[in-house]
């Protein structure tokens, strides 16, 4: 269906367009019954999405510019569609407040995260982890080395990053089992696509953990828990039988800087390392659920807020309830409260690595610094991008937006984790960046999670992240990466790469259903 369409268009940018363009003039004459502004309300957000593709598609213009622009336009339109809406005079303070609302956290997961990634990268740290895998495996199940490694090392390094640096071993790995280069290659993309979509603290699911106000906690538990048997459904078995359809030859070996192995980090310190942050953030989750099991019923929290918090909305009532009562708690259980925070867990980790992996090692401080430095630049480009998205999101909020979307939708029984998964599968198709997918679901979402429980919101995010992995083709940056290292042609790397990432979102997706009868 993807061939055809991108085949047999006129062009790409209608090929693009027309399934979000479609979707959205279908529901605005649809929600003109549900109210005055209902529809224009709808029809204003598929023009807007319809602008943010044809400025980065036909414009090219990069992400963070274009949904500015879109942002923008959209809350200063919005008025004539919706009297309620943010009046004009605060459009550039309302995009102002979103960004900074959406950074604060963000950013400083990333930041450090970059960091953290980084250390690890040049320690010899990745590498270390790679080699102890397919000793363990042995050469006969390396591919199933390569997907687990895949999957470890995605959490603390950027997935174009790790591909980079574990490709030397997959050039050795072929040439000394004598298999397929593609043996190797795919169920190590497939292994990192799979956490880097779903697992934080890589940028997507952290930014929109935070857009769907959901415990970081959560979200890597059901990330990991939907995450890694979706790698195991998609790796090695699927991997090898697709690339018996394509005939490509080795790629030319890249020259990378590498560690001598006697130099190589130990590898049970690495893995301390990366299960640190995460563990630490696991009993912070663990220990305020704990505290929220004690929360009152709802005439006495009602009662309690507006005597502490008077003016707070009663949605938020269980959340100011629980972090006032952490505070009451014996000294270990809020020191482990405080260890436990997101931002706190992985910088102990990177403040290890840096000491333990640099300053130990023979580092000197320049180099340190220079580490640090050059880590923060792709960083900085992804935390503006979801800045952006944060502003994008905060414009669907006070023009009216999300809440005519909770309205069109409230009269059809669609499940909440299949929308999430539409939109997100919907703007991934049209514009190929899974970040962008996933911070526009997101936004579009926060109306139809209000009341919902951590875990339900956990699995909205693993929706939004299986929806925006999947259906990776031509206008994905990552397709064109995995396509010139792995000297695959654009038709090749879709019959391969393009329907592996296509397994990734739907059974991802599907185990995630399966688990929301659980918890649901």
């Not at 622009?69 to 200063?76: D, E, H, N, P, Y």
């Not at 699927?238 to 980090?265: G, H």
């Not at 006070?398 to 059809?412: C, K, N, P, R």
């Not at 990552?478 to 396509?483: P, R, V, Y």
Request: proline residues 6%; glycine residues 10%.
């Amino acid at each position: 269906m993807l061939l055809r369409c991108l085949l047999g268009c006129p062009t790409l940018i209608d090929a693009y367009l027309n399934p979000i363009s479609t979707l959205f003039a279908q529901a605005s004459t649809q929600a003109v019954t549900d109210g005055p502004a209902t529809g224009e309300m709808i029809a204003l957000l598929g023009a807007g999405i319809v602008l943010l593709l044809v400025l980065i598609l036909w414009l090219k213009l990069s992400a963070f510019l274009a949904l500015l622009i879109v942002s923008v336009l959209v809350a200063a339109t919005s008025k004539l569609v919706n009297p309620e809406a943010v009046p004009i005079t605060q459009v550039a303070q309302t995009i102002v407040d979103s960004m900074g609302g959406a950074l604060g956290f963000i950013a400083t997961i990333i930041g450090i995260g970059a960091i953290f990634g980084a250390i690890l990268e040049r320690s010899g740290g990745t590498e270390s982890l790679a080699n102890f895998m397919v000793k363990k495996f042995g050469p006969k199940h390396a591919p199933w080395a390569m997907l687990v490694t895949g999957f470890v090392i995605s959490i603390p390094v950027f997935l174009d990053v790790a591909l980079v640096i574990l490709a030397p071993l997959l050039f050795a790995l072929a040439r000394d089992t004598k298999r397929p280069f593609l043996h190797f290659g795919l169920p190590l993309v497939a292994g990192l696509a799979v956490t880097h979509g779903f697992v934080p603290p890589t940028p997507g699911p952290v930014a929109v953990a935070y857009f769907l106000n959901v415990n970081l906690g959560w979200v890597i538990l059901f990330g990991v828990l939907v995450g890694f048997p979706t790698a195991l459904i998609c790796g090695p078995p699927l991997c090898i039988w697709l690339s018996k359809f394509v005939d490509v030859k080795m790629p030319e070996p890249i020259a990378t800087e590498q560690v001598a192995k006697d130099k190589l980090p130990p590898i049970s310190f690495i893995l301390a390392l990366i299960a640190l942050p995460i563990g630490l953030i696991l009993i912070n989750t663990t220990i305020e659920q704990w505290v929220a099991s004690g929360v009152p019923g709802k005439e006495a929290l009602t009662e309690w807020l507006s005597q502490t918090h008077p003016g707070a909305k009663f949605s938020s009532a269980q959340s100011l309830w629980v972090k006032d009562a952490l505070t009451q708690q014996p000294f270990v259980i809020q020191f482990l409260t405080f260890l436990g925070h997101p931002v706190i867990a992985l910088l102990t980790s990177t403040v290890f690595a840096l000491y333990f992996l640099g300053t130990r090692r023979g580092v000197d401080r320049e180099a340190l610094l220079e580490i640090s430095t050059k880590a923060l630049g792709p960083a900085g480009i992804i935390i503006l991008i979801t800045g952006a998205g944060g502003v994008f999101k905060g414009v669907l909020k006070a023009t009216g937006i999300t809440e005519a979307l909770e309205v069109m939708f409230s009269q059809y029984d669609i499940n909440v984790l299949v929308l999430a998964w539409i939109f997100a599968t919907l703007i991934r198709i049209a514009q190929g960046s899974a970040t962008v997918a996933m911070l526009t679901a997101a936004g579009l979402m926060v109306n139809f999670v209000e009341g919902m429980s951590q875990p339900q919101l956990a699995l909205v995010s693993v929706a939004i992240a299986a929806g925006a992995t999947g259906f990776s083709h031509v206008n994905d940056s990552g397709f064109w990466m995995i396509s010139r290292y792995f000297n695959m042609s654009e038709g090749q790397t879709l019959k391969t790469w393009g329907v592996i990432s296509t397994c990734i979102s739907l059974v991802g997706f599907t185990l995630a259903m399966l688990l929301w009868q659980l918890v649901g």
